[in-house]
């Protein structure tokens, strides 16, 4: 399975495409080209997106192919529009970013609610209150996927430790495929315990065994920096903690797109 992110810009007489990449289902996975073409009124606008797409991308990925002609666009057009390419874009996958004179559209999937807004208020702080943004985004299935491949098992760890045994490194492992699906998404790894013992040492527990997931799921090829750390010890419990099983359901590790 391959994911594809795409930014699409159009301004005024510029139609700015953006083709992201698509991630090989491997840890190290390849990346395709960011392809942006359209008409630019001049050349300092079109220097302006070319750098921030390269900053954003990678300027090994970035295909120009923008022309520049003499056409009519708002008071600092450029600079808002080179604004609105920024890293939180990249979370839009698959997506489009039209910007139309003064007119904004973004569309296509996140991984969560709190991202689907984030997008569009980035995009409206990038521009003045003359620009209207409509936030045509919707949640979309990664999360999900994660949801199923985990598949409400429990990584497994030694008792009282951050060690993974052999079968939690086994589930870890189809994590990081699905995980390498996913291109330049973002996770948090959350840990939580039971409620036996004190709070403060199941905080503690939980969060080494967070960061012992990190640190597996790194050594496997999954960036660091896009994986965040949670401890939260007994605080959010799915279980009755008064049984066997329901303590052994609360001490477990999610996953969660941020």
């Given at each position: 399975m391959?994911?594809?992110?795409?930014?699409?810009?159009?301004?005024?007489?510029?139609?700015?495409?953006?083709?992201?990449?698509?991630?090989?289902?491997?840890?190290?996975?390849?990346?395709?080209?960011?392809?942006?073409?359209?008409v630019?009124?001049?050349?300092?606008?079109?220097?302006?997106l070319?750098?921030?797409l390269?900053?954003?991308?990678?300027?090994d990925?970035?295909v120009?192919r923008?022309?520049?002609?003499?056409?009519?666009?708002?008071?600092?057009?450029?600079e808002?529009?080179?604004?609105m390419i920024?890293p939180?874009?990249?979370?839009?996958?698959?997506g489009?970013l039209?910007?139309?004179?003064?007119a904004v559209r973004?569309t296509?999937?996140?991984?969560?609610?709190?991202?689907r807004?984030?997008?569009?208020s980035?995009?409206s702080?990038?521009?003045?209150?003359s620009?209207?943004?409509?936030?045509?985004?919707?949640v979309g299935?990664?999360?999900?996927?994660?949801?199923q491949?985990?598949?409400?098992?429990?990584?497994?760890f030694?008792?009282g430790?951050?060690?993974?045994?052999p079968?939690g490194?086994?589930?870890?492992?189809?994590?990081?495929?699905k995980?390498?699906?996913m291109?330049?998404t973002s996770?948090?790894?959350?840990?939580?315990t039971?409620?036996?013992?004190?709070?403060?040492?199941?905080?503690?527990?939980?969060?080494?065994?967070?960061q012992?997931?990190?640190?597996?799921m790194?050594?496997?090829g999954?960036a660091?920096?896009?994986?965040?750390?949670l401890?939260?010890?007994?605080?959010?419990p799915v279980?009755?903690?008064?049984?066997?099983?329901?303590r052994?359901r609360?001490?477990?590790?999610?996953?969660?797109?941020?």
């Amino acid at each position: 399975m391959r994911l594809r992110s795409t930014l699409i810009v159009a301004l005024a007489a510029l139609s700015v495409t953006g083709t992201a990449f698509a991630q090989a289902p491997a840890a190290a996975a390849t990346e395709r080209p960011v392809v942006i073409e359209g008409v630019v009124p001049d050349q300092a606008t079109k220097a302006r997106l070319l750098k921030n797409l390269r900053e954003v991308y990678g300027a090994d990925r970035v295909v120009d192919r923008i022309q520049v002609e003499s056409i009519a666009t708002p008071p600092n057009w450029g600079e808002y529009v080179a604004g609105m390419i920024t890293p939180g874009l990249k979370r839009v996958s698959p997506g489009k970013l039209e910007v139309n004179g003064q007119a904004v559209r973004v569309t296509g999937e996140v991984g969560n609610e709190a991202l689907r807004q984030q997008v569009a208020s980035d995009l409206s702080l990038a521009s003045n209150t003359s620009y209207t943004v409509t936030n045509a985004l919707k949640v979309g299935s990664q999360q999900k996927l994660l949801d199923q491949t985990l598949a409400n098992r429990i990584i497994e760890f030694q008792s009282g430790s951050a060690k993974l045994t052999p079968l939690g490194m086994s589930i870890l492992d189809e994590m990081v495929a699905k995980m390498a699906l996913m291109g330049d998404t973002s996770f948090v790894i959350i840990g939580h315990t039971d409620n036996v013992g004190q709070r403060e040492s199941n905080l503690t527990l939980s969060h080494a065994r967070a960061q012992a997931v990190k640190a597996y799921m790194v050594q496997k090829g999954i960036a660091g920096n896009h994986l965040d750390v949670l401890g939260k010890g007994p605080d959010e419990p799915v279980a009755d903690n008064t049984t066997n099983d329901g303590r052994a359901r609360n001490r477990r590790i999610e996953f969660k797109i941020q």
